[in-house]
């Protein structure tokens, strides 16, 4: 696995991408986009540095921003979604949604697992 990114839950990805913008240095801020499948919207920012930061806002998130709890995931990028998450599986991980078609990723599959790491997304390579 390799680290491609951290996903922040937020109530406005607007207001988010305007704190980051204050705060960093940012190259690429994308489109915000509807994910039907995943119950969220969607954005990714990229730092000067490369490092890659998701924007969730919506239902799937909903709880974590009311308790203030914005850290929501740890995403890793796997060339075999399915093995990796027999691997984890094996490890102790809870499969919390199977691998899906996500529209922020061009329809690469992503899963999400709860691990003793605290929730992992993967996403194919």
Request: charged share 25%; proline share 2%.
């Amino acid at each position: 696995m390799k680290f491609h990114h951290i996903g922040i839950a937020t109530e406005n990805i607007s207001a988010m991408t305007e704190y980051l913008k204050n705060i960093m240095e940012i190259n690429e801020v994308g489109p915000i986009v509807s994910d039907p499948l995943q119950q969220a919207d969607l954005c990714m920012v990229r730092l000067s540095d490369g490092t890659q930061i998701e924007l969730i806002s919506g239902p799937v998130v909903e709880k974590l921003v009311r308790k203030r709890n914005f850290l929501y995931h740890i995403c890793y990028e796997t060339d075999d979604i399915e093995k990796q998450i027999t691997n984890l599986l094996a490890h102790n991980a809870i499969l919390i949604s199977e691998a899906k078609e996500a529209v922020l990723f061009d329809y690469k599959k992503v899963a999400f697992l709860m691990t003793e790491m605290g929730l992992i997304e993967l996403v194919e390579s």
